[in-house]
T-cell receptor, first 116, second 113 residues
Framework: GAVVSQHPSRVICKSGTSVKIECRSL??????MFWYRQFPKKSLMLMAT?????????EQGVEKDKFLINHASLTLSTLTVTSAHPEDSSFYIC????????????FGPGTRLTVL | AQSVTQPDIHITVSEGASLELRCNYS??????LFWYVQSPGQGLQLLLK??????LVQGIKGFEAEFKRSQSSFNLRKPSVHWSDAAEYFC???????????FGTGTRLQVTL
């Protein structure tokens, strides 16, 4: 068990539009979910941490009004990129951890966002 | 601040040869340690982890890693590399009771036949 899915796997949008990415834990309850951004040939950069029913905690330098995170249930978190611009193009990866093992994260397959 | 260093950006090995990927961290206490593998365009798969206990950890796909406190290192090893091991490898550390992870910059492994 411990499978995390992301939808969509790939999205292309026009500049100025908003895009929503879903992250689901399929076979466990995710107490905490994380959103990462990965630039080409670069490491993962943590954007924010979200706990079910609470506001997300954003890392320094991440615009919370641009990257809206909602963790409405124990199996679903969403990341909405608002008013997307080409510089927001990236690979976005979510992960989730269980209540009884907060230090172990299970990663989704990622979403490739391209903003034209 | 905590940091994770993977000094090798790119490593090329022949199939069947042994492999060692280096990882060093900077932190005052013993962290939780992880190695992940990422194939192109994919998410991360956990290879192995160290929380406590035996410092030699066995993982999936024949990988192992050894935690050396004196060197603040957690190097990944495999005795015989397969062509399918070609991928990006990330070392990550978690600190204290917080569940956030800090990732190294990754090492790209190329396997020649």
């Amino acid at each position: 068990g411990a499978v995390v899915s992301q939808h969509p796997s790939r999205v292309i949008c026009k500049s100025g539009t908003s895009v929503k990415i879903e992250c689901r834990s399929l076979d466990f309850q995710a107490t905490t979910m994380f959103w990462y951004r990965q630039f080409p040939k670069k490491s993962l950069m943590l954007m924010a941490t979200s706990n079910e029913g609470s506001k997300a905690t954003y890392e320094q330098g991440v615009e919370k009004d641009k990257f809206l995170i909602n963790h409405a249930s124990l199996t679903l978190s969403t990341l909405t990129v608002t008013s997307a611009h080409p510089e927001d193009s990236s690979f976005y990866i979510c992960s989730a951890s269980k209540r009884d093992s907060l230090t172990l994260q299970f990663f989704g397959p990622g979403t490739r966002l391209t903003v034209l | 601040a905590q940091s994770v260093t993977q000094p090798d950006i790119h490593i090329t090995v022949s199939e069947g040869a042994s492999l060692e990927l280096r990882c060093n961290y900077s932190y005052g206490a013993t962290p939780y340690l992880f190695w992940y593998v990422q194939s192109p365009g994919q998410g991360l798969q956990l290879l192995l982890k160290y929380f406590s206990g035996d410092t030699l950890v066995q993982g999936i796909k024949g990988f192992e890693a050894e935690f050396k406190r004196s060197q603040s290192s957690f190097n990944l090893r495999k005795p015989s590399v397969h062509w399918s091991d070609a991928a990006e490898y990330f070392c990550a550390v978690g600190f204290g009771t917080a569940s956030k992870l800090t990732f190294g910059t990754g090492t790209r492994l190329q396997v020649t036949l």
